[in-house]
């Protein structure tokens, strides 16, 4: 074999072999647009191959679903956390692709939702819409409000039948929970513009659901405001309350804007860097709210607010679920409609929302 024939069967054994190994190295490069590969371990074949609805292409959606960076989260007991139950219980079932979480506690107090927001402890959280607007004003837009997900839950609850309008609340003692939160500032402004005022005309006791539902059942006469379930509660519990007043229908009254009171938001950072993540939250709690608003599937809501704490029991989940207005607003529509909301509670006390409007960019607008 002659110098020049060897030398031509090295050329072509290298580049075979570069030819074969560059065939792996571009598989893995980034497609058109930008996006890393679904998965460095699965066969790089088994997504195209998979026929719609087989079992292999269910498999390819579990396991998209299992690269996403889930969020941890916190949900509010009460209405501003009954839309979740469902979403809870999917995470918590044996099929992977229904996660949308990493891990989720319940809490009874917005505060601890906020210092758990604010901290990074969690990712997402459901929250009073003005609290949501306070921690964005005072963390200099680390808050993205994702969905508007209750409507106006308040009522004014008596042990009489004296209180037939706001006026009649004049010279009353109201116990009251929601102190810095929607509930505030929503009383206040009903009282506001029925030409009470708060700090002279009525005192208001500020106390926890449980405390109020003790006063209640142990005195004569009393009155007092409350959120749903927790109204609920206490409409079962003593025959001898009344509900005497609806505050959304109070504050419609006086207002064009609806009562926007719950939310669900995100950390803005986690937002950044985990878009898709946050988009297949919204799917399936929108899947979830709408489960849960369904009438066809009261028994079985019921059961779960009930399972995961967020009503004291089935029974009051039952009668409450229907009353907590739940919604699930994005996009414009959200931002409008919290848009002008806030523009109510900002004209009566800037403090309400944190001092100030929030920017667009505190909405989630994608």
């Known amino acids: ?39 460095s371990s699965a066969p790089a074949s088994s997504a195209s191959t998979s026929a719609p609805g087989d079992a292999s292409s269910s498999a390819g959606s579990s396991s998209a679903a299992a690269d996403l960076i889930l969020p941890k989260a916190m949900f509010l007991s009460g209405p501003t956390g009954v839309g979740a ?58 808050i993205t409000m994702l969905a508007v997900n209750t409507y106006g839950v308040l009522y004014i609850l008596e042990k009489g039948e004296s209180v037939q309008s706001v006026a009649d609340l004049a010279g009353k003692t109201i116990y009251a929970t929601g102190q810095g939160a929607n509930p505030e500032y929503i009383l206040n402004y009903v009282l506001t513009q029925n030409h009470l005022d708060p700090a002279a005309d009525v005192t208001i006791q500020w106390l926890t659901p449980q405390e ?102 089935a029974a009051i989940a039952k009668a409450a679920i229907p009353q907590c207005n739940l919604a699930f607003l994005t996009g414009d529509e959200m931002r409008d409609t919290i848009q002008n909301y806030f523009s109510v509670l900002n004209s009566a006390n800037p403090d309400s929302i944190g001092g100030a409007m929030p920017y667009d960019d505190f909405y989630y607008l994608p």
């Open 1 to 39: 074999m002659n110098h020049e024939t060897m030398n031509l069967r090295k050329f072509l054994a290298a580049l075979l072999c570069v030819s074969l190994l560059g065939l792996p190295l571009s598989a893995c490069q980034k497609q058109p647009g930008g996006d890393p590969p679904a998965s």
């Open 85 to 142: 139950a469902k979403l809870l219980a999917d995470n918590e079932d044996d099929d992977p692709s229904n996660d949308s979480l990493d891990s989720f506690s319940i809490v009874d107090a917005n505060d601890q939702v906020v210092a758990a927001l604010n901290s990074g402890e969690v990712d997402i959280a459901a929250i009073a819409t003005n609290m949501a607007a306070t921690l964005y004003n005072r963390t200099d837009g680390n």
């Open 212 to 313: 109020i539902t003790a006063k209640m059942s142990s005195e004569d006469a009393g009155v007092c405001m409350l959120p749903v379930p927790a109204a609920t509660g206490l409409l079962l519990k003593d025959s001898g309350v009344r509900q005497a007043l609806d505050l959304s229908a109070e504050w419609d009254k006086v207002s064009s804007s609806p009562l926007a009171m719950g939310c669900v938001a995100v950390r803005t950072a986690f937002l950044k860097e985990n878009p898709d993540s946050v988009a297949h939250f919204l799917d399936c709690y929108e899947d979830s709210i709408r489960y849960m608003s369904d009438p066809a599937n009261l028994d079985q809501a019921a059961e779960l607010v009930a399972q995961y704490g967020i009503t004291a029991n």
